[in-house]
């Protein structure tokens, strides 16, 4: 893990933060619940989960905290549009069309299938809410990534066309400052573990031995250099979602050095310092893995949380495996990040009805006693 030169406290953080422009949008901070059950079930150490599902806007997620500095960004600009994209069931545009509603601007998303179409598209989980949050939608047969963007900035110039004021995504340019708000909640993490009392051993408080969460850009980004920042001794691991067509070390090391420009922190980060995960994305993009339906399982059944199959699923799998395969310290606490996406759970209906609500009792048994 890169270090910076001086390291910095939470409040040093919150205050260089707090010098961008943001719009409030977050319940922030978000509970950092200990899962007893869970843990147990497991076989695992102290787990205890940062509950991003719990932001407030359109059930929540990691891009509640995103679009605070993303749409004062556009604000500031005087957009009056934002053009936004990616995936049919994507959580970032759902939050961002509803972050739009709240801040009285239109949105475009330009959503990509992957594939032609076989039908009408079911207007379910994140779409449904896209459509009742009133953004206009228009979906493609493209790949989410280069497909996708290209879209997006065609749509982009033929509004500015037309004398529109847009604000467009753009990952060269607002990966860093979504970023940023992964440092406070890499603080609030902090913050939270110093004040808990739940654990006998750590009765005055501890320090994660890993944080966990599913990123593959501006979230585990800004986690990075929120742990460089502070000195920290404990790495912050990363599950990916997806396997993209470009190095997603570097490219979340250059997010994390960019980012740090932002507010002021002199670090310089390479694709080494990224602890990333990609082998546990399965087939593909979306694509429901075994390890995932068995963490979805154990964690709704234990604490009745609920995660996701395409992110945050797959993140507690990766976990799991690792507290299995003897990586980590029995005894010491660790932190996963719940970064939402819930309302997609509502597409993989059948498959979860089949896989998962089938268990027999005594399967039951044995995961939780």
């Known amino acids: 893990m890169a270090h910076v030169a001086n390291t910095l406290t939470t409040k040093d953080l919150r205050e260089r933060v707090g010098q961008l422009p943001r719009y409030q949008l977050g319940h922030l901070p978000t509970p950092l619940e200990f899962l007893p059950r869970f843990s147990k079930a497991i076989g695992g150490p102290p787990i205890y989960i940062k509950r991003d599902d719990c932001t407030g806007l359109a059930f929540g997620g990691n891009k509640t905290r995103h679009n605070e500095f993303l749409i004062a960004d556009a604000l500031e600009k005087e957009a009056d549009l934002v053009v936004w994209g990616a995936g049919v069931q994507s959580n970032n545009c759902r939050q961002t069309a509803a972050a739009c509603a709240k801040a009285g601007l239109d949105v475009h998303l330009v959503l990509g299938r992957g594939k032609p179409a076989d039908g009408p598209d079911l207007i379910q989980g994140n779409l449904l809410l896209d459509h009742l949050v009133g953004a206009h939608v228009e979906i493609i047969d493209g790949q989410v990534g280069p497909e996708v963007d290209a879209r997006i900035l065609e749509v982009a110039a033929e509004y500015r066309q037309q004398g529109r004021n847009v604000y467009e995504w753009d990952r060269y340019t607002v990966k860093s400052l979504a970023a940023v708000s992964y440092v406070l909640c890499l603080v609030e993490i902090i913050e939270q573990a110093g004040a808990d009392d739940q654990l006998e051993a750590h009765s005055d408080g501890w320090s994660p031995q890993a944080v966990y969460g599913c990123s593959a850009g501006s979230t585990g980004a800004g986690m990075v250099l929120a742990a460089a920042a502070m000195g920290a001794d404990y790495p912050v691991r990363h599950v990916a979602p997806i396997v993209w067509p470009w190095d997603t070390r570097a490219d979340m090391a250059k997010i994390a050095t960019e980012a740090g420009e932002r507010i002021g922190v002199d670090a310089s980060f390479?694709?080494?310092?990224?602890?990333?995960?990609?082998?546990?994305?399965?087939?593909?993009?979306?694509?429901?893995?075994?390890?995932?339906?068995?963490?979805?399982?154990?964690?709704?059944?234990?604490?009745?949380?609920?995660?996701?199959?395409?992110?945050s699923g797959k993140a507690l799998a990766g976990l799991i495996d690792h507290i299995r395969s003897g990586r980590l310290d029995p005894e010491e606490p660790v932190v996963f990040v719940h970064t939402g996406g819930t309302p997609a759970l509502f597409v993989y209906n059948e498959v979860l009805a089949e896989q998962i609500a089938a268990r027999s009792l005594s399967q039951e048994q044995r995961l939780t006693n």
């Open 270 to 311: 390479e694709g080494a310092d990224i602890e990333l995960f990609e082998d546990f994305v399965g087939p593909g993009y979306g694509e429901v893995t075994p390890g995932c339906l068995e963490a979805m399982a154990v964690l709704a059944r234990t604490e009745g949380i609920l995660v996701d199959p395409s992110y």
